[in-house]
């Protein structure tokens, strides 16, 4: 079962001073207690086996083994010559040439193993990664030798070692034993572990699972989360709003960060502020087989916000205000289902921006604790905010910013290694309402909530937002 690593690890060590606690004073819950009471409720969903085409993104569901060494024997880190490194002790560039002479007796490319042995006073030409002759313990790159023919005559030094084998080579340099080898097992080992469970799945651990010899490997299910707008006035995207409608942000807004969290989303549509029509999507939802819902709008205390009823109605409401600015109105519901994991049912502000905070603070990690994953939080970094920002008492607020960057591109710090940033789209851009500032916005800034005043060029910590 997940838990909570740690106020430090939900919010940030230095977001956590002031007014955080198990409560705020005036009974809203903190960031630590939502999370935590939300994560209790988490339990990683089923698992299956993938193949490596379709593992991108996935997250490791049992450890995985090597079944082959890596490199799977000695070989080539050079285009050159395989040699006995005691033939080249006396090589050099002002060496006789008969100290520095090897008679070349055959090749061994990539892919085919050498039936040639390396004897004293020879060479094999070899290519990169292929596999080392026996006899040889190094490797002189063709850099450092010239071509001999037959007759006795020098090709030019440095060919690249392509074209008819040479009778024989002078080495321009002694090497030791070893040199331009890769020995077997030297990246890993057969039976060694080579990801842990909980680990996501990038293009690089699928050429690790690859190379390791492993063609497929077991991995959580991607959990099926429901989203739901809600709101008379809501509108899809596109079409006429007649005289009182704005168009839907929230539910095409939601879909994305739930798939960008690791979750499938499934749409259920515009619900009416009615109790009965929320309850029906919500019912639909769990038939439907989602672990969790995400409702936008109708959670405040209004004559129409009719989610809290509707969560009450298929279990029970286990958190409703929380300590944060922007997004305190926010209600987790819990439908309990015998010897089967509960299905979470987060109701958020039905503002944007407020939305996407609560998701971020509170969704973003039950989902991710869903997948499998360990990590469930965001890197914390830190930073200066140079805009002065006036913030709701006892409430911990979580401003949009952007950073600021160097000529080169490169985001600007200070000598500290604080990042410099800005609110996104000034003071006047931090409204709940404000879509622009939130298309803009690169990073959360986190202002306890013992301050009321942020003084411009004050620190914060901050979350970047398309960080891991």
């Known amino acids: 079962m997940s838990r909570v690593p740690g106020p430090a690890a939900a919010a940030g060590a230095g977001a956590t001073r002031g007014a955080a606690g198990s409560a705020a004073a005036d009974g809203l819950l903190s960031v630590e207690d939502a999370l935590g009471r939300?994560?209790?409720?988490?339990?990683?969903?089923?698992?299956?086996?993938?193949?490596?085409?379709?593992?991108?993104?996935?997250?490791?569901?049992?450890?995985?083994?090597?079944?082959?060494?890596?490199?799977?024997?000695?070989?080539?880190?050079?285009?050159?010559y395989a040699v006995r490194s005691a033939d080249t002790r006396l090589a050099g560039e002002a060496a006789p040439?008969?100290?520095?002479?090897?008679?070349?007796?055959?090749?061994?490319?990539?892919?085919?193993?050498?039936?040639?042995?390396?004897?004293?006073?020879?060479?094999?030409?070899?290519?990169?990664?292929?596999?080392?002759?026996?006899?040889?313990?190094?490797?002189v790159e063709v850099e450092s030798t010239t071509p001999l023919g037959a007759d006795g005559s020098a090709g030019p030094r440095g060919?690249?070692?392509?074209?008819?084998?040479?009778?024989r080579i002078l080495v321009h340099r002694a090497v030791e034993p070893g040199t331009n080898i890769r020995r077997l097992?030297?990246?890993?080992?057969?039976?060694?572990?080579?990801?842990?469970?909980?680990?996501?799945?990038?293009?690089?651990q699928i050429a690790l699972l690859a190379g390791a010899g492993i063609p497929r490997t077991r991995v959580h299910v991607r959990p099926l989360v429901g989203v739901l707008a809600t709101g008379d006035e809501i509108r899809p995207p596109g079409e006429a709003l007649g005289d009182a409608g704005i168009p839907?942000?929230?539910?095409?807004?939601?879909?994305a960060l739930v798939r960008r969290s690791g979750a499938e989303p499934l749409d259920l549509g515009i619900a009416r502020d009615l109790r009965d029509d929320v309850l029906e999507r919500l019912r639909g939802a769990i038939d439907a087989g989602c672990a969790a819902v995400v409702v936008a709008g109708g959670v405040s205390v209004g004559p129409y916000d009719v989610v809290k009823a509707a969560f009450e109605a298929l279990g029970r409401v286990d958190v409703w205000r929380v300590a944060v600015q922007p997004g305190k109105p926010f209600a987790l519901g819990v439908v309990e289902?015998?010897?089967?994991?509960?299905?979470?049912?987060?109701?958020?502000?039905?503002?944007p921006v407020s939305g996407l905070v609560t998701f971020e603070l509170f969704v973003r990690p039950a989902i991710r604790s869903m997948t499998g994953r360990r990590s469930?939080?965001?890197?914390?970094?830190?930073?200066?905010?140079?805009?002065?920002a006036r913030t709701a008492p006892g409430r911990r607020a979580y401003l949009r910013a952007t950073a600021e960057r160097e000529p080169d591109g490169r985001i600007a710090r200070d000598s500290s290694g604080r990042v410099r940033l800005r609110l996104a789209r000034g003071p006047a851009g931090q409204g709940s309402h404000v879509l622009s500032a939130l298309a803009d916005a690169e990073a959360l800034a986190i202002v306890p909530?013992?301050?009321e005043i942020h003084r411009a060029g004050d620190p914060v910590d901050l979350l970047w937002l398309d960080s891991e």
């Not at 089923?46 to 082959?68: H, K, M, Q």
């Not at 004293?120 to 070899?126: D, E, L, T, V, Y």
């Not at 839907?248 to 879909?255: F, K, M, S, W």
């Not at 469930?376 to 002065?388: I, K, M, N, S, V």
Request: glycine share 12%.
């Open 449 to 451: 909530e013992a301050t």
């Open 376 to 388: 469930l939080f965001r890197a914390l970094d830190r930073g200066l905010l140079l805009d002065e």
């Open 185 to 204: 097992g030297s990246d890993l080992r057969a039976g060694d572990v080579v990801l842990e469970p909980g680990r996501a799945i990038g293009a690089s």
């Open 159 to 167: 060919r690249d070692a392509t074209g008819p084998l040479p009778a």
């Open 38 to 80: 939300i994560l209790r409720f988490v339990t990683p969903g089923p698992t299956e086996v993938v193949s490596l085409d379709d593992a991108l993104g996935r997250v490791l569901a049992e450890a995985v083994t090597a079944t082959t060494s890596l490199p799977p024997w000695d070989n080539s880190a050079m285009d050159g």
């Open 248 to 255: 839907d942000a929230n539910g095409p807004g939601l879909r």
């Open 337 to 351: 289902r015998p010897g089967r994991p509960a299905v979470l049912l987060f109701g958020l502000p039905g503002n």
């Open 97 to 139: 040439e008969s100290r520095r002479s090897l008679e070349v007796v055959g090749e061994v490319a990539a892919g085919v193993a050498p039936t040639v042995r390396v004897e004293a006073g020879s060479a094999i030409r070899i290519a990169t990664g292929a596999q080392l002759p026996p006899g040889a313990d190094a490797v």
